[in-house]
């Protein structure tokens, strides 16, 4: 008995299911990139204290480009500056998500930001509670998993240290100054340093909104504090020489931890807490 042979049937069949994986791999080809991209978009960070925070946020993989500016990721290409943007370096990246500082012009952003690209305009320096905000967009427009649990931690973090400071401290007048050098500005309760130590429970004596420039004994003389805060060496002369002649507690703390809004602000708290804490002030 001689058994029929199908071979064109069985050739028909295999070729009908190569050309199912043939258009299966087409598809997957055309999803899986934009599934990367939504992952881990590519970022151009034209701000130091944002790259600061996307790394925080677990999401340093993604940049791509960084401003001149910024010396934590050397081995990147330079975008420009905030306020000059480089459009051929930024165009050149491909990238998908933009994120600078709200000091940047919006209008020449958008011309140098390329079609597809999303630009975020960002700011984290008017108070702890928008830094917090400035965190929670990084977040979602960089697509960070754990974000929202991670600023959740910081927020809470911050807050319990600034209620320990309060409980000792509540009232004290306080000038924060960038320095006891040259001329300086004072900070106000509408900058995040000034709002850093009033969320502290300390009284700001400086009255200008964000900041003030004068020279320091112009500024002490005005505000009238108690204790002068000033943000730099604790050691240099001016300061040593202004607290006998204008009868004022200086006390000098580390610049570092104050300038960049993001999660090293409780390394902040940590150093005042550290002098003010226990009845240590001088």
Request: glycine fraction near 8%.
């Amino acid at each position: 008995m001689t058994i029929p042979r199908h071979t064109g049937h069985c050739s028909q069949t295999t070729e009908r299911a190569w050309r199912a994986l043939c258009l299966l791999s087409s598809v997957l080809c055309l999803l899986l990139p934009v599934a990367r991209a939504e992952d881990c978009p590519r970022i151009v960070s034209q701000s130091p204290y944002l790259t600061r925070a996307l790394e925080w946020l677990g999401r340093g993989a993604c940049i791509v480009g960084v401003s001149r500016y910024d010396r934590e990721e050397m081995a990147l290409p330079r975008t420009g500056g905030i306020l000059d943007p480089d459009a051929e370096a930024i165009r050149a990246l491909a990238p998908d998500l933009i994120v600078t500082s709200n000091w940047a012009d919006a209008e020449q952003m958008a011309k140098v930001t390329p079609p597809g690209a999303r630009l975020l305009r960002l700011d984290g320096f008017a108070s702890l509670a928008d830094v917090e905000i400035m965190l929670n967009a990084l977040a979602d427009a960089s697509h960070a998993r754990d974000g929202a649990a991670k600023i959740a931690a910081f927020g809470k973090a911050w807050r319990e240290a600034a209620q320990r400071l309060a409980a000792k401290n509540q009232g004290k007048r306080v000038l924060v100054l960038s320095s006891c050098m040259g001329k300086p500005y004072a900070f106000g309760r509408g900058h995040l340093v000034g709002d850093l130590f009033a969320q502290a429970g300390f009284e700001i004596a400086e009255t200008a909104p964000k900041i003030r420039h004068a020279d320091v004994e112009t500024l002490i003389m005005e505000t009238n504090p108690e204790i002068v805060v000033a943000l730099g060496n604790p050691a240099a002369e001016s300061c040593r020489g202004i607290a006998p002649r204008l009868k004022v507690r200086i006390v000098g703390l580390d610049a570092a931890p104050f300038i960049h809004p993001g999660p090293g602000l409780l390394e902040a708290y940590a150093e005042i807490l550290e002098v003010f804490d226990a009845d240590k002030t001088p």
